[in-house]
């Protein structure tokens, strides 16, 4: 459809500006893809109307349980060519690398299946491919798959993993982010492709505490590179640093915004009290050419993090403050945790509950028995404030043949399943 | 469709090595340093070399012949290699230093920006909107161009105190990273679903439709002898949730529905601990196509923290260190009951302290 027959009046005002414009971008590709062309004029309507007319449900690929969102449009008799517009999510090359190459495959396949766009990437870190009938879906799967390109992740089950882009271009990367994301996604692909638990589970792996993969808040288990000897401090480079900035700037950008006021300037060396040292990064940010995370590397891991529906906004916790990632050992163990929290979550939590707000109702000594893992300072901003504490020294066994084990506030029930109760038609 | 055909099944993410740059491959974990090489790029200097990044706008949602563009770039200036970032920049990465200067005037004459490192304000997450969502009160894809249209001088430089990262997210799911971003944009419903009495007993399962509701707003009814549900109004609060699960629900109303701007989150453990996004501004319409009100509210929160913040000061921190009272008294945005928290856990963000402000 030639592009002046598209009447947008409303978004051709998005074409102006510095800002890179989609609208110029999908109008040049409605050219040749009317769907695209349809797209945008349902859009427009949208926009005249503020109105959204797409409509979701479930499809799934013979032998997959997720990686399609299916998309209707409720304007289907007006715009037929967009009335399915399904998205296929694909998994990532991981860090986000790509050769002109291996993208040039994926836009063929879109190109030959679908709308001919897509989005790089989405906010689960797949790529999503946009633009698919029923039929045709099917074929682009295959192709996708004949290509080596695999479906990513929907539904209750391991979502698809991102990770920043760690040691293939960054000196503060405490592990391999990328070779731990291929291991875990090969490794537990099953529960990607064939969602069985309670809620979706998704990893995010940065390499420092910077978090570029914005984990903590995006994932129920993040996974941050830390390190836990000393800093490593180069004298010479520090000098030099401070001969460039200046005594003043050094001790009123660097060491006075230390959170521990560990790190101190001693005429033009450095001096870190490195067991006070909590590994914010600050310091080796600004100096990174003199500074630099230590020696004795690996992650913490961090359990629980979510967004706001159901039970509020949670970040995730500390729940091993210190895990090598470096050999295959580092990585069973490592695993062995994983698959722990699976299995006792997987039994115990409700339908629709995320990890985190699995550990909120039961509380996190009772996950810790259950997953196996001791309590520890570390995991806790302060110890509790309030004096409930149910001493299981003194209580009835709680959990059926596991006296003085995990709480029976596992089989507490939710609020609003009770409620429901009997009212049931 | 059938599937007679033996089909390769879960293969998992693509080997990477196969496109990491030959000198990323030499130096992989061998990184020494870093040199910024002014707004969107940057040198990393490993063991054996280094390579050279140049860092791209990106609407994200992108057609074929804009791809094209992008691979015919890195095929004549970067090998072939590229990547994207966690904020849907694209980054080319280059072995020839003196490819730099032609690639980004080739880029900027392909109406694309450079920069979004450092001090800067990078690409805008964001979620579907009305372009593939079914539950969006509003639009990202337009919201973001509009609001970067706005900001694009602090993409294009890095003048600003710290790093500044802005999300968009078109509904209360929040697909996009707003609870933890400096600046967050956010679309909301303000009204409860309107139930569809005629369709829904046939398009919803009604114990599922009633277990969807965080509140425990909606209760089983009958109708004409029909079962259908019913909503509490004063215990909802336009979440969504039941609409995700049962279509006889929608929530959208053009007129009431719009956008909330939120501040001072952060990720990063640099300094201080990681924050969530606080209330700023509860409701801005929804004024397509340019967001006029939002784009303006965003911009003036950038530039009083552009001002006034400290080196190295989020504005998360920089918030906490001015206090809240001056924020609001220097935004010249309204205090309303609005922002006083009434969910769960509210009481933890009332002040215990005598820490008063004036
Ligand atoms: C059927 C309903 C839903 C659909 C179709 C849906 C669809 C999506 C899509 C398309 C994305 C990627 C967004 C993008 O990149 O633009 C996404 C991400 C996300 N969704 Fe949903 N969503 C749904 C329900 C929910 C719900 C109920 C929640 C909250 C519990 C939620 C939370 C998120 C979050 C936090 C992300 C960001 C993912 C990440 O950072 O890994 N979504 N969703
Ligand atoms: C000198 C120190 C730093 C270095 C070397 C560094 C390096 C990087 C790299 C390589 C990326 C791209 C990552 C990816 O897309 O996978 C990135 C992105 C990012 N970094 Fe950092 N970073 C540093 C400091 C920080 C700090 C202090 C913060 C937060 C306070 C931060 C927050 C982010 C965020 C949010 C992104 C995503 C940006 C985007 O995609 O455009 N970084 N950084
Ligand atoms: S999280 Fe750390 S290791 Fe990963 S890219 Fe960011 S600064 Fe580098
Ligand atoms: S990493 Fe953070 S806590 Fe440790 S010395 Fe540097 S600024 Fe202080
Ligand atoms: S934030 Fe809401 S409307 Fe936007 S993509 Fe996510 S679920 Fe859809
Ligand atoms: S919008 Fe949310 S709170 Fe309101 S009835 Fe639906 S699920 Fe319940």
Redesign the interface.
């Known amino acids: 459809m030639p592009d002046n027959e598209l009447k947008l009046p409303?978004?051709d005002?998005?074409e102006?500006?510095?800002?890179?414009?989609?609208?110029?971008?999908?109008k040049?590709?409605a050219a040749r893809r009317p769907q695209?062309g349809q797209?945008l004029e349902q859009?427009e309507q949208?926009?005249e109307?503020?109105?959204?007319?797409?409509?979701?449900t479930a499809i799934n690929v013979?032998?997959?349980g997720g990686g399609i969102i299916a998309?209707y449009s409720d304007l289907g008799e007006k715009f037929p060519q967009v009335a399915q517009?399904h998205?296929i999510r694909v998994?990532?090359?991981?860090?986000?690398?790509?050769?002109?190459?291996?993208?040039?495959q994926l836009?063929d396949i879109?190109?030959e299946y679908g709308a001919?766009?897509?989005?790089?990437?989405g906010?689960t870190g797949d790529i999503l491919l946009?633009g698919y009938d029923n039929?045709k879906m099917?074929d682009a799967c295959?192709a996708l798959?004949?290509n080596?390109?695999?479906l990513g992740g929907s539904g209750n089950g391991m979502r698809t993993i991102?990770c920043?882009?760690g040691?293939?271009?960054?000196?503060m990367?405490c592990y391999?982010t990328?070779m731990l994301?291929?291991y875990l996604?090969?490794k537990y692909?099953?529960y990607l492709?064939r969602p069985e638990f309670p809620y979706k589970f998704k990893f995010k792996l940065s390499g420092c505490?910077?978090?570029?993969?914005?984990?903590?808040?995006?994932s129920d288990m993040p996974v941050?590179g830390t390190w836990r000897d000393d800093i490593q401090v180069d004298q010479e480079a520090v000098t030099r640093f401070v001969k460039e900035m200046g005594q003043e700037w050094v001790i009123g950008?660097v060491t006075s915004?230390?959170?521990t006021r560990c790190i101190h300037l001693n005429g033009d060396q450095i001096e870190i009290d490195n067991r006070n040292c909590v590994?914010?990064?600050?310091c080796i940010?600004?100096m990174?050419?003199a500074l630099a995370p230590g020696k004795d590397r690996g992650a913490t891991l961090l359990i629980g993090g979510k967004?706001?529906?159901?039970?509020?906004?949670m970040?995730a916790s500390v729940l091993v403050p210190f895990q090598k990632l470096d050999s295959d050992g580092a990585y069973r163990a490592f695993s062995g945790i994983v698959e722990r929290i699976w299995d006792f979550w997987g039994e115990h939590g409700n339908?629709?509950e995320r990890v985190g707000e699995f550990i909120d109702r039961v509380g996190l000594g009772t996950f810790l028995d259950g997953v196996g893992l001791e309590p520890d300072p570390q995991m806790v901003a302060n110890p509790r404030s309030n004096p409930f504490i149910k001493f299981e020294e003194y209580a009835a066994p709680r959990l059926d043949g596991e006296p003085h084990k995990a709480a029976n506030v596992l089989n507490r029930e939710p609020?609003?399943?009770e409620?429901?109760e009997g009212?049931?038609? | 469709m059938a599937t007679e055909v033996e089909r390769k099944t879960d293969i998992g993410p693509p080997s990477y090595e196969q496109f990491l740059h030959p000198i990323i491959k030499e130096n992989y974990g061998k990184w020494k340093y870093h040199n910024n090489l002014g707004p969107g790029v940057l040198e990393h200097v490993g063991e054996t070399g280094s390579i050279f990044t140049v860092r791209v706008s990106s609407p994200r949602l992108v057609s074929t012949n804009f791809l094209n563009m992008i691979m015919d770039l890195a095929d004549k200036y970067s090998d072939g290699y590229f990547r994207f970032t966690s904020r849907n920049n694209i980054e080319f990465l280059l072995a020839n230093k003196d490819n730099i200067e032609p690639l980004k005037q080739e880029v900027e004459a392909n109406g694309l920006l450079v920069g979004g490192t450092n001090n800067a304000i990078s690409n805008i997450v964001h979620t579907q909107g009305w372009v593939h969502c079914h539950s969006a009160a509003t639009d990202a894809s337009g919201l973001v161009k509009s609001v970067m249209d706005e900001l694009a001088e602090y993409f294009t430089s890095e003048k600003l105190p710290a790093k500044l990262r802005v999300a968009v997210a078109c509904c209360l799911n929040m697909c996009g990273a707003v609870h933890a971003s400096d600046i967050a944009i956010l679309g909301v419903h303000r009204t409860p679903p309107k139930i569809d009495n005629q369709t829904l007993p046939n398009l919803c399962e009604i114990p599922t439709t009633v277990a969807s509701c965080p509140n425990n707003a909606i209760r089983p009814t009958s109708i004409e002898g029909k079962t259908t549900v019913k909503v509490d109004e004063d215990k909802c609060m336009y979440c969504g949730n039941c609409y995700t699960v049962c279509p006889a629900m929608p929530l959208a109303d053009p007129l009431n529905d719009g956008v909330s701007i939120w501040v001072g989150g952060k990720i990063c453990n640099a300094r201080s601990e990681p924050m969530f996004t606080k209330l700023a501004i509860p409701y801005l319409p929804n004024n397509p196509p340019r967001w006029p009100e939002v784009t303006s509210a965003v911009k003036k929160i950038v530039e009083i923290y552009a001002d006034n913040a400290k080196p190295y000061e989020r504005v998360g921190e920089w918030i906490n260190r001015i206090g809240w009272p001056r924020f609001f008294d220097m935004s010249g945005i309204e205090f309303t009951k609005y922002h006083l928290d009434d969910f769960r856990h509210a009481g933890t963000t009332y002040r215990r302290s005598l820490h008063n402000r004036y």
């Not at chain 1, 040691?167 to 000196?171: D, H, T, V």
Request: aromatic share 10%; glycine share 8%; hydrophobic share 30%.
């Open positions: 409303l978004l005002q998005l102006e500006g510095p800002w890179p414009s989609f609208v110029k971008d999908l040049e590709q695209v797209l859009l949208s926009y109307n503020r109105w959204d007319y797409w409509r979701g013979p032998g997959y998309r517009f998205t998994i990532e090359s991981p860090g986000f690398v790509y050769s002109a190459d291996a993208l040039r836009c879109s190109e001919g766009i897509m989005q790089l990437h906010m946009l039929e099917m295959e798959m004949d080596g390109w695999d991102p920043c882009i040691p293939a271009r960054c000196e990367a391999d990328l994301t291929k996604t090969d692909i099953g492709h505490g910077n978090d570029c993969a914005n984990s903590v808040s995006r941050i950008n915004r230390c959170p590994r914010c990064m600050h940010n600004v990174h050419l967004r706001t529906v159901r039970s509020g906004d970040v339908e629709h609020d609003r399943e409620d429901y009212e049931q038609p």
